[in-house]
């Protein structure tokens, strides 16, 4: 799932579909415009499709990392118990496996030394771009309830293991 037409999602989705084909992975899109619609679009696809081995990516869009969107998709997934990850917004029970994300307030800090820069006359063209570190959080009590084994590389690799 993901916001309609929201201009990020594109390029993920250009690099998400052959790494999806060259693994052998069915990749669905669920494009909505909230978590009503998004609640909607799930129940058909679950009414048409075989939800067998199915999990739930979210992207770096704002529909997953709103309570209804999430909401939604951790409704759809928590029924059947599977999957869910890219947003952490835990909700009744049911929260996503892992989180990818940025510190919001390291990124604002950039974002003003920058501001900073160019009101005091750097030409922005000049300024370097810097991008905030990303943060791995593993949601691995979730994945233990949904019988999935987490690899300790990727729990070295993980900022924080929730337990």
């Known amino acids: 799932p993901y916001q309609r037409g929201y201009p990020v999602v594109a390029p993920q989705l250009e690099i998400l579909r052959p790494?999806?084909?060259n693994a052998g992975i069915n990749l669905i899109e669920v494009p909505a415009d909230n978590g009503e619609e998004l609640t909607s679009l799930l129940q058909e696809l679950s009414a048409s499709e075989n939800m067998e081995n199915t999990a739930i990516l979210g992207l770096v869009e704002p529909l997953l990392v709103t309570s209804d969107g999430f909401g939604s998709a951790a409704e759809f997934a928590g029924e059947p118990q599977f999957p869910l990850g890219g947003a952490m917004y835990p909700r009744e029970g049911y929260g996503s496996i892992f989180y990818v994300s940025v510190d919001a307030r390291?990124?604002?800090?950039?974002?003003?030394?920058?501001?900073d820069k160019i009101l005091q006359g750097t030409a922005a063209g000049t300024i370097p771009v810097i991008s905030s570190d990303m943060t791995l959080i593993i949601n691995n009590k979730q994945a233990d309830d949904l019988g999935l084994v987490v690899p300790d590389e990727l729990l070295t690799m993980a900022n924080e293991v929730m337990r």
Request: no cysteine; proline share 0%; glycine share 8%.
């Open 19 to 21: 790494a999806a084909e």
């Open 106 to 115: 390291e990124t604002g800090v950039q974002a003003a030394l920058q501001a």
